[in-house]
């Protein structure tokens, strides 16, 4: 039986994804919840929500107050988003929020400030381009350069290319013989990745001697599938039983013989050493704001040092497992200092015979112990998103 088809309004729908995504869920988990039918609607929705809050933010300044409760400001920036960018019919937006807000026994502030807003619809500027501070402050930092970082904030307001890696070098492509853009199609041997993605692996490959390699925290493939293409040997564990079934689909997909097994990484024991190791730790995903424009909300510093904890502990164990002369590649989809510069830090200090290696790209800038993917070097092909990179050596 296919999923029955909600009942609920739609900005019903919007308001609920919203407090599951503020909890800690994704807009794509969250959205797989409803039926296939909303779920369009419901991605494009919420995407644009999270992209112009600060917009929004600043718009309700001039109608509401500081003492107005947080539920209803959500209620109101879920009517601005649907008001100035989606096509659906103003009475209806105004009809559905007064109605849901009665719960609240709000509808009549509801009811006010959206009929007002109308009335001023042509005198409000919707081109902001404001971005919370603390997100802003950790470009600065990483970047320290105006042109690269007024790239950065520009690219937040706009849907990111997609782009397709092939396992086989091709001549119709954009970059290195291997990426192109996904429009509607996947080819047969290409899967779904991120430019700045491929750029790592493409660029890390080099610095392994030995092609045997443990790819840690593997679903749903992609580097394992890049590593598998270019002549390695890839043992790949997961944890997470719903991305190694992505994994699967890949592969199966692609006809590509690479096995994955359902391991925690830290609660397993391995039987022998390794001169390779990817390490591709969970992280904030602060580095995909364009695709994921909610995790700038999710900024938060207690979450980030439970993430740094949990980030050393996977090297430690890692670092434990390779072989002298061995290299670990630490990978995180983030450009915050406690998931990057910091781990690598508190890792140096503890292992006094680990050493940092050289990464040849120039698309990518050096910062102290890594290497930050550089989004403004792919800007004439669409951009990329933000990843963290460096490769260890034990001596």
Request: proline share 3%; aromatic share 10%.
């Amino acid at each position: 039986m296919g999923q029955k088809i909600s009942n609920l309004s739609d900005i019903s729908n919007l308001y609920n994804s919203i407090s599951n995504i503020d909890k800690g869920s994704s807009i794509d988990n969250t959205i797989n919840s409803f039926p296939k039918l909303k779920r369009g609607f419901l991605f494009l929705n919420l995407q644009e929500y999270y992209r112009q809050i600060e917009n929004h933010n600043l718009i309700l300044k001039n109608y509401i107050n500081n003492k107005t409760p947080q539920n209803i400001k959500v209620i109101l920036k879920i009517c601005l988003t649907l008001i100035f960018h989606s096509k659906k019919p103003h009475f209806a937006i105004v009809n559905e929020a007064v109605e849901f807000s009665k719960k609240f026994k709000k509808h009549s502030l509801i009811n006010a400030v959206l009929r007002s807003v109308l009335r001023n619809k042509n005198s409000i500027s919707t081109n902001g381009k404001n971005i919370s501070n603390i997100f802003k402050r950790c470009c600065d930092d990483i970047f320290s350069n105006e042109r690269i970082c007024s790239h950065i904030y520009e690219s937040f307001f706009h849907k990111p290319r997609n782009y397709q890696i092939s396992v086989n070098d091709i001549k119709d492509t954009i970059y290195e013989k291997r990426v192109s853009y996904f429009e509607k199609e996947l080819d047969q041997n290409s899967f779904i990745q991120d430019i700045g993605n491929f750029e790592i692996i493409n660029a890390i490959r080099k610095i392994y001697k030995d092609k045997n390699i443990i790819d840690i925290c593997a679903a749903p493939g992609g580097k394992s599938i890049l590593l598998h293409s270019y002549g390695f040997n890839v043992e790949a564990i997961d944890k997470s039983q719903r991305q190694i079934d992505k994994f699967k689909q890949n592969i199966n997909r692609m006809k590509l013989n690479i096995k994955i097994s359902k391991k925690d990484f830290l609660k397993t024991k391995f039987p022998s050493q390794y001169n390779s190791i990817l390490l591709d730790a969970p992280c904030s995903a602060l580095g995909t704001f364009r695709r994921n424009p909610d995790v700038i909300s999710k900024i938060d510093e207690k979450k980030l040092k439970l993430n740094q904890k949990s980030q050393i502990e996977m090297i430690d164990k890692s670092l434990n497992l390779l072989n002298k002369s061995g290299v670990l590649v630490y990978i995180v989809c983030s450009f915050h200092p406690f998931e990057t510069m910091g781990v690598i830090d508190k890792i140096i200090q503890k292992h006094k015979t680990i050493t940092v290696e050289n990464i040849q790209s120039n698309k990518m800038i050096k910062k102290e112990n890594g290497y930050f993917i550089n989004p403004y070097s792919f800007k004439d092909i669409g951009g990329s998103d933000i990843f963290f990179v460096t490769a260890l050596k034990k001596n």
